[in-house]
């Protein structure tokens, strides 16, 4: 169904400019616009398919939410974003799933939101319900706080000037972003999260390394999650393209919730890669972002 649409990936990042160097320089983010408030800071990115990344920095409230979700959790994936036709309709369909909302605010007509809350829905990540019609480049753009993507240290690095030529930007081609993936405790029942109430279509599954998978596609298959059941089959190893093994101090058990970002550039991004799985790079978690990223040259 084509009420609801796979909008953007959310990242918490100690400082916008943390994310340079990968998504703007190596992946080729362009700039969509930021906004400084004082409880949150939110920019976004826009890559070569059309998908998102948000990356949400502590503003300048003492008792902002995301420096508390920093300290506590350090960088990493928040919430993904769905674009609703009617959030009222969105909403009760939650509910009568008995998905627990919180922060519904639907008193601004150009921009209503709720959240499902990860305790309910069992993915791992917050769900951010939204309708609105307006762009968010322009929405950022014309917004009290506006900022330029040089003000939030997100321009690309320039090539250092030499006797020959000029300093100039270093702007990667833009990359894609064709899918993220995530570990989840129940794949049926997170596959009915994303179909029956978030109107994804199940289009691939199988197994990788003895971990059951499965994609969930929205906006004609140029949006998709992959899920993984987060804890693999007795026996068989927690290791694959999706499920790569992780030596970070926060993963206890094999990670629950969104554990990598996949992206697919024109020339090899020169992340480093600690793995090499059916055609992906699979890099480290990367500190600055919380997540592993894989890569492919498209």
Not at 38 to 49: D, R, S, V
Not at 54 to 64: F, K, N, R, V, Y
Request: charged fraction near 20%; charge should be negative; glycine fraction near 8%.
């Amino acid at each position: 169904m084509g009420d609801t649409r796979l909008d953007h990936v959310a990242l918490a990042v100690w400082r916008w400019s943390d994310a340079r160097a990968t998504l703007v320089d190596k992946l080729g983010g362009r700039w969509m616009g930021g906004v400084r408030m004082p409880e949150y800071n939110p920019c976004q990115l826009a890559f070569a398919n059309g998908m998102r990344v948000e990356l949400l920095e502590p503003g300048t409230d003492d008792s902002s939410f995301l420096a508390r979700f920093l300290a506590r959790s350090g960088a990493g994936p928040h919430h993904v974003t769905f674009k609703v036709d009617d959030i009222r309709v969105a909403i009760r369909r939650a509910r009568d799933a008995g998905l627990q909302i919180v922060r519904e605010r639907l008193d601004n007509p150009a921009w209503q939101e709720a959240f499902l809350h990860p305790r309910s829905t069992g993915v791992g990540f917050v769900i951010q319900l939204a309708q609105s019609d307006i762009a968010p480049g322009a929405a950022m753009a014309s917004a009290p706080g506006a900022v330029s993507a040089a003000e939030a240290g997100l321009s690309p690095t320039a090539v250092p000037e030499t006797a020959a030529a000029p300093a100039t930007p270093n702007a990667a081609a833009p990359a894609s972003i064709p899918f993220f993936s995530a570990a989840v405790p129940d794949l049926d029942d997170a596959t009915a999260l994303l179909t029956e109430v978030l109107h994804g279509q199940a289009v691939v599954e199988g197994a990788d390394h003895g971990v059951r998978f499965r994609m969930v596609s929205w906006q004609a298959d140029t949006a998709r999650i992959v899920l993984t059941e987060s804890v693999p089959a007795e026996g068989s190893p927690a290791e694959g393209v999706l499920t790569a093994a992780t030596d970070d101090p926060r993963a206890e058990t094999p990670p629950m919730g969104i554990t990598a970002l996949a992206a697919t550039a024109g020339a090899d991004p020169g992340l480093p890669a600690e793995n090499h799985i059916d055609g992906w790079d699979v890099t480290p978690i990367l500190p600055e972002l919380g997540v592993r990223l894989l890569t492919k040259i498209r």
